[in-house]
């Protein structure tokens, strides 16, 4: 995305992809409002609502003791009040395409990149392995380390993160639709039962399940063999019991490690980290990509006119992270919040309950009950670009 609006404002950019292409394990595929209102600034909002999609607006997490919707986006004031949910290999396929109509973006995928190159404490540019198995390399004004939470980039800058622990770890896979199916108002059902928490998303022709469970159990599911995990399923959720049959192999199922954590610097001398690479977000209320991509948005808002005339100062890239730190610090607590408490409850408990009464009667009032909704749309701070 940050290669895409920079490319736009006619800054050369070279992105370097160390896989041959998008479509890679799953970790998510949500387009929040905030996302939706950047694409729309840049005319992106249309074309890719052309894609195959499906639409969350108000999950329903099922108790044992009765439903809870924890947010409802109808009610937002936004010409798209809805999480979009598109696989995430068409979106990055789509922006990536859309990058390549500006002579200024090179795009290289199958690059490893391993090593960077520095001169006096500066980095210059990395190095990367090639799909010829050879070494290349790329000098740039500025390098930014997108590589996601395992950041090779961070790593080789000696840039360490401050993880705090996220209590669960997530089973990801596919169950089939049925002609006698679900009814899942607002595109996502959440149950809660038995220490599991099974989260259930519309994607059209198929149902994606994510099934989380307390951090530290996979030896002891998977030892158990894919059986358990179709029983675990219908125990939770007992509408699933035709679906779950098509479970039969491992190959199916991913297992999705869930970890949150934030660099205390994210940047040295030409160099910028964005994205997982500064923060790891866990997987509660979907918002990881978003907040990467508001990371670009703000990125390429500070740093696009000094790129093009080629030189960035450090005192530009601390203003990225101190412009964004501090939302992403506020949704790391809420997410650590709800984790401990409300998921990390329910997975510890066989008989969970709902939030109590009071929350949810409070909720319900006229100018508090948007607030949840707020947070998940947009953040503590919408973010939109300076120069559409
Ligand atoms: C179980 C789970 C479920 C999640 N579900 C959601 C969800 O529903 N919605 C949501 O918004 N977020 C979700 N997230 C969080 C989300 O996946 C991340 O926050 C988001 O992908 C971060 O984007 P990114 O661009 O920083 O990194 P990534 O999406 O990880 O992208 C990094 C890219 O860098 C490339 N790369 C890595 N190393 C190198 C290298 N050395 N050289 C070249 N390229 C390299 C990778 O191949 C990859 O393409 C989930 C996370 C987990 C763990």
């Known amino acids: 995305m940050l290669a895409l609006l920079l490319a736009r404002r006619g800054v050369s950019v070279t992105l370097l992809e160390m896989h041959k292409d998008f479509d890679r394990e799953f970790r998510g595929d949500t387009i929040h409002p905030s996302t939706l209102e950047i694409l729309d600034q840049i005319g992106l909002a249309e074309p890719l609502h052309q894609f195959p999609h499906s639409k969350i607006s108000g999950p329903t997490i099922q108790f044992p003791d009765g439903p809870f919707q924890p947010f409802d986006l109808k009610r937002l ?28 973006f090179r795009l290289a995928m199958h690059a490893n990149v391993r090593k960077l190159v520095e001169e006096n404490g500066v980095v210059r540019g990395v190095q990367f392995l090639g799909a010829d198995d050879a070494w290349h390399e790329v000098r740039a004004a500025l390098t930014v380390g997108a590589d996601g939470r395992f950041s090779q980039l961070r790593q080789l800058a000696g840039i360490q993160p401050v993880k705090t622990s996220a209590p669960m770890d997530v089973l990801w896979f596919r169950l089939p639709r049925l002609p006698e199916d679900l009814n899942v108002p607002g595109g996502l059902l959440g149950s809660i039962g038995r220490g599991y928490i099974l989260i259930v998303l519309d994607r059209g022709d198929y149902w994606q ?86 990371d670009a948005v703000v990125a390429a808002n500070l740093l696009a006119a000094s790129l093009k005339s080629g030189q960035v100062a450090e005192s530009q890239l601390a203003e990225v992270q101190r412009q964004r730190e501090w939302p992403v610090r506020v949704i790391q607590r809420v997410q650590s919040a709800m984790q401990d408490n409300l998921l990390g409850r329910a997975l510890t408990s066989q008989a969970p309950r709902r939030p109590a009464w009071v929350l949810r009667a409070v909720l319900r009032l006229p100018f508090l009950r948007d607030l949840p909704s707020r947070l998940v749309a947009f953040g503590p701070r919408r973010v939109h670009l300076s120069e559409p």
């Open 77 to 104: 004031k936004t010409r798209f009040p809805y999480i979009l949910l598109i696989p995430q290999a068409r979106f990055l396929e789509f922006i990536a395409d859309e990058a390549a109509k500006y002579p200024s």
């Open 209 to 294: 399940t994510g099934l989380v469970f307390p951090k530290g159990h996979y030896q002891e599911i998977h030892a158990q063999g894919i059986a358990a995990v179709r029983r675990i399923i219908v125990e939770v959720e007992p509408r699933l019991a035709k679906h779950v049959e098509s479970l039969t192999d491992w190959h199916q199922v991913s297992l999705l490690s869930v970890e949150s954590s934030l660099c205390p610097r994210w940047h040295k001398p030409g160099l910028l980290l964005i994205g997982d690479a500064a923060h790891v977000m866990s997987p509660v209320g979907g918002v990881g990509i978003n907040y990467a991509i508001q």
